[in-house]
């Protein structure tokens, strides 16, 4: 009623400026503010309701946070502390993993479990994105090189704590939804590429820290090359569908120096292509 009123005023005063306004004009004119004040009323509703589904989506993430501290707690043993750190369960909590998975799974995107993303893969379980960043030890000037882009979600992890990210994807139609993803949601620090990522990133070595998301039979050499001295490791290894273990490899800063730690037993696809000639 209140748009009417208002539209018939400004038709009224339209009439003022005007010489003569048909009484037909008139009617529209109302019929258009109401119109406007309809669609008006139903962007808020919109709006209203977006800002609802946020707040569950956040309050999704909080509990999926509060599931990767306690399993954070249970593994200690294996990590040697109980605890990931706050600025890596910051950033788990405010990505979107939901925007990484495919429709079907949207409503699981924070259970504590890896889901399909398609072509075989899967993106991990919450906990072990968080684990594995932590381990890392990124810091905020540090180039990092993702091997397994699959739907993103980790690299986008990596891109809110490290300079750069580079990610390598060998699944070309993974590699290519990842990337539109990982732009579209404004990461423009991951830089993406479609290939096998056995052999690294040579043009844009060294790099600081290297996570490789698929389990090798062996730590591939390419990638020990391109490891800075000082630079750490996170790889699952062990043959494929047979029991893996995450390995943390540091690369000794003096000498260059490198030693393996085998921290806990993981499930993760394996990692093809030049992996298996070797
Ligand atoms: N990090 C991903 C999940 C990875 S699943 C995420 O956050 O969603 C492992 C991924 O490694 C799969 O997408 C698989 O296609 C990819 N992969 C397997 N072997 C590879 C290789 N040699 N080079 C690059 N990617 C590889």
């Known amino acids: 009623m209140r748009w009417l009123r ?5 038709s009224d005063a339209w009439q003022g400026c005007r010489t003569s306004t048909p009484s037909h004009a008139i009617v529209a004119r109302s019929w258009s503010a109401l119109a406007l ?8 509703a919109a709006r ?14 909080a509990r999926m946070v509060a599931t990767i501290e306690a399993h954070a707690k249970q593994a200690s043993i294996a990590l040697g502390r109980d ?53 890392l030890r990124v810091r905020p000037g540090d180039v ?8 993103g979600y980790q690299a986008a ?32 620090n991951v830089a993406t590429r479609s290939g096998d990522g056995y052999y690294g990133w040579e043009e844009a070595e060294p790099f600081d820290g290297i996570i ?9 050499p390419p990638l020990i090359r391109q490891l800075k001295p000082g630079g750490r490791m996170v ?21 260059g120096r490198v030693t393996t730690k085998q921290l806990l037993p993981v499930s993760f696809v394996p990692l093809t292509s030049g992996s298996r000639q070797r």
């Open 83 to 135: 605890s990931i750190a706050p600025e890596i369960l910051k950033v788990v909590g405010d990505v979107p993993r939901h925007e990484f998975v495919p429709d079907r799974v949207r409503g699981d995107a924070y259970a504590d479990r890896p889901l399909p993303i398609g072509y075989g893969q899967t993106v991990s379980q919450p906990f072990i994105v968080a684990l594995m960043t932590d381990l």
């Open 157 to 188: 992890v990596l891109a809110h704590l490290a300079r750069q990210v580079y990610t390598i994807e060998i699944v070309p139609a993974l590699a290519d939804s990842a990337a539109a993803r990982l732009q579209r949601l404004g990461y423009g």
């Open 144 to 151: 990092v090189l993702e091997v397994g882009t699959g739907s």
């Open 6 to 10: 208002r539209g018939a005023r400004r």
């Open 48 to 61: 209203s309701l977006t800002a609802a589904a946020q707040a569950d989506l956040a309050a999704e993430r």
């Open 212 to 220: 490789v998301t698929a389990a090798a039979s062996q730590i591939p």
């Open 37 to 44: 004040g309809v669609f008006l009323a139903l962007l808020v």
């Open 235 to 255: 790889i699952p290894l062990g043959a494929p569908f047979a029991l893996q273990h995450l390995v943390l490899v540091e690369r000794n800063a003096d000498d």
